[in-house]
């Protein structure tokens, strides 16, 4: 069965400074992969997905995130954060048939300090 | 494009009474998915459709709760009494029918049963 989990329900960084949310997956196929993110009082906003093409993925905003089969993780980067990047991140991974149902972690929320 | 439409954004009603839900997917997509979000819970899948067919509806609370998709571009998620521990974010979001591709969420409605 796929799952995901995600490590840090909150996480705090200084504007500028690097942003790493962490990601890890089980499943029982290869996966696809996705981050969204949501904004306050908004619905869950597609950031980038991992669909086997390439490892190292990049999305809007400034965010990238890449695929390690060896360690199933598929954590989000971005070199330098920003006061706009405050929100709560979701990884979700593909489930079992294909019917397009996806399996999400319980998200992070995401501080950005000035 | 279109997103996935929502109504209403808001409701605010009183407990015993029958709330509805409305969810207007992409065109096109075959898949669609009610989810529900609360602080203390998170992002819950409900109940996800294929096709119009409901697919799996494990995530129904209870009876209380329940859905409909007459058709490919129309569903309801409907609650019969509600109760105020029903007050949630309600998603609906649609998609291909493929694993590989992403949902695309709507912006919700903000449920509050007084």
């Known amino acids: 069965a796929q799952s995901v989990t995600q490590l840090g329900s909150h996480v705090s960084v200084s504007e500028g400074a690097l942003v790493l949310l962490r990601c890890n997956y089980s499943s029982s196929v290869p996966p696809y992969l996705f981050w969204y993110v949501q904004y306050p009082n908004q619905g869950l906003q597609l950031l980038l997905k991992?669909?086997?093409?390439?490892?190292l993925v990049k999305g809007i905003n400034g965010f990238e995130a890449e695929f390690k089969k060896s360690e199933t993780s598929f954590h989000l980067t971005k070199p330098s954060a920003h006061m706009s990047d405050a929100a709560e991140y979701f990884c979700a991974v593909s489930g079992s048939g294909n019917t397009g149902k996806l399996i999400f972690g319980q998200g992070t929320t995401l501080q950005v300090k000035p | 494009d279109a997103g996935v439409i929502q109504s209403p954004r808001h409701e605010v009603t009183e407990m015993g009474q029958e709330v509805t839900l409305r969810c207007k997917p992409i065109s096109g997509h075959n898949s669609l998915f009610w989810y529900r979000q609360t602080m203390m819970r998170g992002l819950e899948l409900l109940i996800y459709?294929?096709?119009?067919?409901?697919?799996?509806d494990s995530g129904m609370p209870e009876d209380r709760f329940s859905a409909k998709m007459p058709n490919a571009s129309f569903s309801t998620l409907k609650i019969q009494p509600s109760e105020p521990r029903d007050s949630a974010v309600y998603f609906c979001a649609s998609s291909p029918e493929y694993s590989n591709q992403p949902q695309h969420f709507g912006d919700g409605t903000r449920l509050s049963i007084l």
């Open positions: 991992y669909t086997s093409a390439a490892t």
């Open positions: 459709f294929n096709n119009n067919v409901p697919i799996d």
